[in-house]
């Protein structure tokens, strides 16, 4: 409901904006909390979409959404009230084809001591990633797209169908050989198409983060899928198995252990990103279908948005 709560206290007129929620098997109380908050919000609508992976819901909304700019949020954000201001502000610009803002943490505990070191200094501001968090200061200007992350991520609808959408995200534990790159795919192809990617300091979000996320164990995890994404991506560029980006990762994973010897939080994340990799690379030698799947040139095929079997609801 915090993501929820925060869309029906913007400051942006209410009549400017609608609300596409995506049921992806929910096992909470998503649907009744959308009948309740439909009763002040009555441009909202309630998708259930059977086919797993954040992809598809991105891809729902993309078709069902009726404005020029689709913002997509997470559940577990709160949106700062002037969040629809900003972007708008942003894209008024029309060189604007991606914006983001702050994603700043609101820890369920207080944080262990280690978590302050994954900050990263970039381009002026900083960026943790394995929580999605970004603060790169107080004032309007172009980033590069690789800190805009997707808890907070608003494109143009129609330049984002143009470019293929956006490759798969989140998955099932036991679907999790699928997963891609997701939203970074696609704002590249945004910049190198001749579009500004815009940060907004108005168009920010908090984001919520867990007991359970606070541990080394997400933290491997963490760097285990993006292990996955990073094979994926190799094998996209390559457009097929590459054993030179397997020497290539070998030789980093080498002068990782080198440099890191000394961090035992940092050579753990460092061979659970190494596994990730070899797990992806394995899956996709053995599973012809899995290689079909990773070179696809987009994901909108087998949608079950194009076979009309989405169920959705005004409330």
Not at 249 to 277: E, Q, T
Request: net charge neutral; proline share 6%.
């Amino acid at each position: 409901m915090r993501a929820l709560d925060s869309l029906a206290q913007q400051t942006y007129p209410r009549e400017r904006f609608e609300i596409l929620v995506m049921d992806n098997g929910c096992q909470d109380e998503t649907r009744h909390a959308c009948r309740e908050l439909g009763e002040r919000l009555p441009n909202l609508l309630y998708l259930l979409n059977p086919t797993p992976g954040l992809h598809s819901c991105r891809h729902l909304g993309l078709r069902q959404a009726r404005g020029e700019i689709v913002t997509f949020g997470d559940d577990d954000i709160r949106a700062f009230p002037a969040w629809l201001e900003g972007v708008n502000e942003a894209f008024a610009d029309p060189l604007v084809g991606l914006v983001g803002g702050k994603v700043l943490p609101e820890y369920e505990v207080p944080p262990p001591a280690w978590v302050d070191r994954l900050w990263r200094w970039q381009e002026g501001g900083r960026v943790l990633g394995a929580y999605s968090l970004v603060d790169m200061g107080d004032h309007p200007r172009e980033v590069p797209p690789g800190v805009v992350f997707g808890c907070n991520y608003s494109v143009r609808r129609d330049l984002a169908v143009e470019l293929g959408g956006f490759n798969p995200d989140g998955f099932p534990r036991e679907l999790i050989k699928y997963r891609g790159n997701g939203e970074v795919a696609l704002g590249r192809n945004i910049r190198e198409r001749g579009h500004k990617i815009f940060y907004h300091p108005g168009a920010s979000v908090y984001h919520f983060v867990s007991a359970d996320r606070l541990t080394r164990e997400y933290l491997a995890w963490r760097r285990f899928i993006e292990g996955i994404s990073n094979s994926y991506t190799d094998i996209r560029r390559a457009g097929k198995l590459s054993a030179s980006d397997l020497l290539s990762m070998w030789i980093k994973y080498l002068l990782g252990l080198v440099m890191n010897f000394h961090d035992p939080l940092a050579l753990r994340c460092l061979r659970s990103y190494h596994r990730g990799y070899l797990y992806h690379r394995s899956q996709v030698r053995r599973d012809p279908f899995l290689q079909d799947w990773v070179l696809k040139p987009n994901y909108w095929e087998g949608n079950f948005i194009a076979q009309g079997n989405v169920n959705w609801t005004p409330f």
